[in-house]
């Protein structure tokens, strides 16, 4: 048998999204007839079911919250992963959204125990057999949820693309969803004489698609005459905060990356109601930043002072998260964060592989038969990259309006709660209406990119 490979790259960058076509946005699922090629059943009959009655958000279908909670369950799984990884001097930043959402294209042609790996370590096998079949039509619904909310300041973007080795046939059905669905057209390339011109092609792609924030994702050497297919997906986001911060209250200050640690960070200071919890219990505070237009938000989680990162870290699930997000009240609060620049790439082979996802890499177990035409050569994939970008400023972007505000005096009011993010913070950039995670991140180290 003849082994070929099969390269995934993926990347992200941070600030702004989306696009998808109009028909899926409006289409019915028998509009997209797709029969995967093969089907998984959990053998455990249900899941533990919620004790809590759940409350789907109004105006929301039920399946396309239950994916999007699939989708959380796997954020925090690799988040939590990749921080137990990591010194915890180390930023993380990437868009767990983007992944599960590359890799649900692959679900479409897995069978056999690739399927089953991509159906728990995505969390597919915690939702009802009709979303799993059609998890493909409800990606779609869950991209037109995030990305049409248009709005002059705020930008969310994805773009996914396959590239595939010119004489390879690939199964034209798997070719028509994956286009109608990520919008992603495959391109033709010629990876067997041409791979480096080929690995330039698609990084240039990709550079383009992020308005050139994120390039270089597929390294040197990772396409080589052997590639058959290469996944590619991007998300750029761009946003202003809904309260922007005044530039003239923005000093610099000590961030404390650990006890015997730091280094000073243009600090931002507003004060203003915002959605706010401190859980004592957790010995966490909990503050929300929204940005204009749309449900957009950034989630800032910031230990009490004494308590480690590492902590909260590993004591977090879901559940808890939930808790927290809920527990938020309109305060308030006095707010100082850093401005800060957070850049992170890893290999998603080698941290998909840790949480279980061995076959889809392995050139002797993987099956794909759902990708390519007839007997078309075996797939697998040989590796996956990931690349994600965030800048946090006072404005998000250029502001026009430099609005005359007398700077206020930084003393703190005791009677005032205050949110201080002078040592290691978690960040979430969600669409809060039905908590999708499109960014995840830890900050903790901003001494050099502020
Ligand atoms: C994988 O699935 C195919 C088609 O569904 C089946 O014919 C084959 O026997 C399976 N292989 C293994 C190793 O289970
Ligand atoms: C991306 O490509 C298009 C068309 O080739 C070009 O017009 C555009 O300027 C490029 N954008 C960037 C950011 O390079
Ligand atoms: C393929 O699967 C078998 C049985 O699960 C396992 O022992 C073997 O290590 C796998 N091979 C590779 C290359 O992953
Ligand atoms: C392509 O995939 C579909 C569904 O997964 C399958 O029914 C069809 O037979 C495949 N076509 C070829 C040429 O393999």
Known sequence: MKLLACTWALWVLAFCSVQATKDICNAKPKDLPLEPMCIYRNTYPELQPTKEPEKIPAGTNPRVWELSKANSHFALSLFKQLAEGKSSDENIFLSPISISTAFAMTKLGACNSTLEQLMKVFHFDSIKEKTSDQVHYFFAKLNCRLYRKKHETTELISANRLFGDKSTLFNESFQHISEMVYGAKLMPLDFKEKPEVSRMAINEWIANKTENRIKDTLPEGSIDTNTILVLVNAIYFKGQWRHKFDKQNVLKSDFHVSETHKCPVPMMYQEKKFQYAKITDDKVKILELPYSGGDITMVLILPFDGTDLSEVVANMNLKKL????????????????????????????????????????????????????????????????????????????????????????????????????????????????????????????PCESS
Do not use: C
């Open 322 to 445: 939930v808790g927290w997000l809920h527990a938020m009240k309109e305060t308030s609060v006095s707010v100082q964060v850093p401005r800060f620049r957070v850049e992170d790439s890893f290999s998603l082979k080698e941290q998909l592989t840790k949480m279980g996802l061995e076959d889809l890499f392995s050139p002797v177990n993987a099956s794909l038969p759902g990708m390519v035409a007839g007997d078309g050569p075996n797939l697998y994939i040989s590796d996956a990259y990931h690349k994600a970008f965030l800048e946090v400023n006072e404005e998000g972007s250029e502001a026009a309006a430099a609005t005359a505000v007398v700077a206020t005096g930084r003393s703190l009011n005791i009677y005032r709660d205050y949110f201080i993010a002078d040592r290691p913070f978690l960040l979430l950039i969600r669409e809060a209406s039905i908590n999708a995670l499109i960014f995840t991140g830890r900050v903790a180290n």
